[in-house]
């Protein structure tokens, strides 16, 4: 795991040592993903200067040290990630090539110089092609390639997303790195905010690929591959190499045809293979454990293939409704692993959030990114990697959401339009915390935590007139962002762009879909890296290896959601490793009380961010709606945590940006 940054001047060579100076400076700004070492390597006369810092996972020698050059001399790479199935690759690489070699791709005798991942990544592409050799990749990564002979820079992203990789051009520069922060390096930078993709931030939470926050900066999508060659400087599109909406429909087409019983001993062993090929590392090595049925599986089969007791962490709250920290020290217990939990105040939980903006480096608003970072920190004291249980519920329909979403459309789309609006004004004319209060009253069967925020999104779900709507609805903060953002027009998405939608057959299906091929890489992936990498923690996600999601999409529907119930065959494997009665649970959010928060020790540090005045002078936001929520909110009449949060995360975020570009300005 690591950071790497470079830029192409497209008119051409350039001077050393300036070009060199450059790239360190953007590699300097990301010693966080890699303080053990750092190096640069350029070709003045292409133009191209590529740079990286490492974090050393594999071969901690010198021979691990990157930028690297491919043996034949073609490629050179800045690589963050690792490559799972490496060893695998070297042996088959080991075999000798064809009667007739191509010496445009560097066949031969492999003479190896170590034992890291990038050097077997760089004989790979060397042997079959930049394209080929992904399709046989089976980890996570973000790389740049340079290839001396065709004078080409290639861009890559793993299959979900899981490493970060941003690029543009500013002025004659084509810029990239794994962090904005490293772009902002660039002598050439000229960051103005995209007011339209702020409109997107203010929907979704987070930025979503392919935008950045900043004009004419992208995301690299997940599973792409960006090539620019010397014809194709101004034309250059990212182009698919692996489709997760593609792998949904394919599954579905030839879907799983054994037994509920094979189809859990198939899922026990991909998991297997895919924790052990995760499990390599030359560093201490744990897992993230919150007593669920995700982590705790990832966790289980840890240990089962380990010698020595797993290194597990959980981080603990005194609020009992947002608390795992007891579920997870029974399970730890019971697979007997080292187990260390930290009890966080909400005192040292909210010191965080000054560091919140220069952490993510653009505007990001998922809350549970405070204790993703106190996790995160908390592990690091210990160990240089982690497993994480992330992508289960995307995967396996583990989210709430796709039950009962699916269950009230089918139940109320009959109804005329005009009366399911009738409905959904009924239920609005009490306030949430109204519905709360009436819910104490109910038997023990029938109350439900925050009952009155149900009840508001069932009124959401009978105002949509499709099942598209239903599920944006879901999970749109603002619904009318371009009515908050001042100027902006809100792109086409993912989830808003009827062209880009996979059709398939169940409403519950492109829910998780939708969920895998944006919030998964926006949201979960985008918290998970930026938390662990500010602190020089690498995490892995076996259930994202794609072999495992290939196999998921394959399962029937009925065999992931089970009698009402979630995530069936993730139980039935969990449940070999770990008595049933330590799982089953309702389920919890990894998050905190922002909601309570923002009404009292956090009341004046939102009060100056949200000033009416502020909001008007800095001229992105209308401050009526804004200051609406915030008074509702601080009434008790509303719960908009999520809203006020959004705007919040962006105007700390602009406060560090201005704060920045003062103190790069000449007196």
Same mark, same amino acid.
């Given at each position: ?64 040290? &990157? ?7 073609? *490629? ?66 973000? %790389? ?5 002979? =065709? ?15 941003? *690029? ?10 794994? =962090? ?35 004009? +004419? ?33 394919? +599954?579905? /087409? ?5 037994? =509920? ?54 981080? +603990? ?13 029974? #399970? ?8 260390? =939990? ?62 009962? /979403? ?34 104490? %009253? ?32 879901? #999970? ?16 086409? @998405? ?7 939608? /996979? ?68 139980? &039935? ?17 990894? +998050? ?20 009416? @005045? ?5 001229? *992105? ?9 915030? &008074? ?36």
């Amino acid at each position: 795991m690591c950071g790497l940054a470079g830029f192409l001047n497209l008119n051409g060579g350039f001077h050393g040592d300036s070009a060199r100076n450059a790239a360190v400076a953007m590699a300097s700004a990301l010693r966080h993903r890699g303080p053990d070492d750092d190096g640069v390597w350029l070709d003045e006369q292409a133009g191209i200067v590529l740079s990286h810092r490492r974090l050393a996972i594999l071969d901690l020698s010198p021979e691990g040290r &990157q930028p690297m050059v491919s043996t034949c001399g073609r *490629y050179a790479i800045a690589f963050n990630g690792e490559i799972y199935n490496h060893a695998d690759i070297r042996r088959e690489l080991e075999i000798p090539p064809s009667p007739q070699p191509s010496p445009a791709r560097g066949e031969g005798e492999i003479r190896w110089r170590g034992h890291s991942d990038t050097e077997t990544m760089l004989a790979a592409i060397a042997r079959w092609g930049v394209e080929a050799a992904l399709q046989r990749f089976v980890g996570m990564f973000a %790389f740049a390639l340079w290839d001396r002979q =065709e004078r080409a820079l290639h861009l890559a992203r793993d299959r979900f997303g899981e490493k970060p990789l941003y *690029y543009g051009r500013m002025g004659n520069a084509f810029l990239f790195g794994s =962090e904005l922060k490293a772009l902002q390096k660039h002598p050439a930078w000229r960051g103005e905010i995209d007011r339209n993709v702020l409109a997107l931030y203010m929907r979704h939470n987070h930025v979503p690929a392919p935008y950045s926050i900043y004009k +004419g900066i992208n995301q690299l999508p997940p599973g792409t591959l960006l090539t620019l060659g010397a014809e194709t400087w101004g034309e250059a599109v990212p182009r698919p190499y692996w489709s997760a909406r593609r792998m949904a429909e394919s +599954g579905i /087409a030839q879907p799983f045809a054994g037994s =509920e019983g094979e189809a859990v001993e198939t899922l026990d062993g991909l998991l297997r293979e895919a924790i052990q090929g995760q499990m390599m590392a030359d560093v201490p090595l744990g897992a993230f454990l919150s007593g669920g049925v995700d982590s705790s599986l990832v966790v289980a089969l840890m240990q089962a293939q380990s010698r020595r007791p797993v290194k597990t962490f959980t981080i +603990g709250f005194s609020e009992a409704q947002y608390n795992e920290a007891e579920y997870a020290k029974a #399970v730890a217990r019971h697979l007997g692993t080292e187990h260390t =939990e930290l009890y966080v105040t909400a005192d040292q939980a909210r010191e965080i959030i000054p560091r919140l903006s220069e952490i993510y480096d653009e505007p990001f608003a998922d809350s549970s990114q405070i204790p993703t970072l106190l996790v995160a920190q908390l592990a690091r004291r210990y160990v240089t990697v982690s497993l994480s249980g992330d992508g289960g519920d995307e995967l396996f329909g583990g989210y709430n959401r796709y039950l009962w /979403a699916d269950a009230i459309w089918r139940k109320l789309r009959w109804l005329p339009k005009m009366g399911r609006h009738a409905l959904g004004s009924v239920l609005t004319a009490l306030p949430p915390h109204a519905w709360d209060n009436l819910f104490q %009253f109910a038997p023990p069967g029938v109350r439900q935590r925050t009952p009155g925020d149900k009840l508001h999104k069932l009124a959401e779900i009978l105002a949509a007139d499709s099942p598209e709507q239903v599920y944006l609805n879901l #999970v749109s903060h603002w619904k009318q962002p371009s009515a908050v953002v001042l100027g902006s027009r809100e792109p086409l @998405t993912l989830l808003t762009d009827p062209a880009q939608r /996979a059709v398939l057959p169940e409403f519950i299906q492109r829910m998780m879909l939708l969920d895998a091929v944006s919030y998964l890489p926006g949201d979960i992936l985008t918290k998970v890296d930026r938390a662990a990498m500010s602190v020089s923690l690498e995490t892995r996600t076996p259930f994202l290896d794609h072999r495992v999601a290939e196999f998921a999409w394959s399962l029937p529907l009925a065999m992931k959601i089970h009698q009402g119930q979630g995530k069936w065959p993730l139980r &039935q494997v969990l449940y070999r490793y770990v008595p049933q009665n330590l799982i089953e649970r309702p389920k919890m959010g990894f +998050g905190v009380p922002i909601g309570a928060w923002l009404r009292g020790p956090l009341i004046n540090w939102a009060e100056d961010l949200l000033d009416e @005045t502020r909001l008007r002078d800095e001229g *992105y936001f209308d401050p009526a709606p804004i200051r609406r929520k915030w &008074q509702e909110h601080l009434s008790g009449r509303r719960n908009w945590q999520y809203c006020l949060w959004n705007v919040l995360m962006f105007q700390e975020w602009l406060a560090r940006q201005r704060k920045g570009l003062k103190a790069r300005l000449p007196l």
